[in-house]
């Protein structure tokens, strides 16, 4: 079993977001990281401040959708930048701890701005021994 990773993958004018790992859990938290990246380097964000985020849905594709939006929402509406994420997954109910800190535009360089996720290349799913979760956001 390998370690839980993040990854981009090309999407036309796009950007895929993906995360890998042994439970769901691990892979909506690298899929987060990889959102992040799209961004600024997650390892430049500090754990200053923690925010809450819960979300339900009626299947695992939904839910990931759903965690990508509120996390794309709470950085635009709070102006943060989250490089850590604690995630727990019963079902389809998540709840999760987002640390980031404000963003800081000379530090962070943020050079896009994520608009939204897509329901393009959604997909949660076990491949061999590990979960994958991926779309692509729109930027």
Do not use: N
């Amino acid at each position: 079993m390998s370690e839980p990773r993040w990854e981009h993958f090309p999407h036309g004018a796009d950007i895929g977001i993906r995360g890998v790992g042994p439970t769901m859990a691990s892979a909506f938290e690298q899929v987060a990281l990889a959102l992040t990246a799209v961004l600024t380097d997650p390892s430049s964000v500090a754990s200053k401040e923690t925010v809450e985020i819960r979300c339900e849905a009626s299947t695992a594709d939904e839910l990931l959708y759903d965690w990508v939006d509120t996390l794309i929402y709470e950085m635009s509406t709070r102006s943060v930048l989250f490089g850590a994420y604690d995630v727990k997954i019963d079902g389809f109910r998540l709840r999760a701890r987002a640390l980031g800190e404000t963003v800081d535009r000379a530090r962070h360089e943020p050079a896009i701005e994520v608009k939204a996720p897509t329901y393009t290349e959604l997909r949660v799913a076990r491949v061999d021994d590990q979960w994958v979760a991926q779309c692509v956001v729109d930027v």
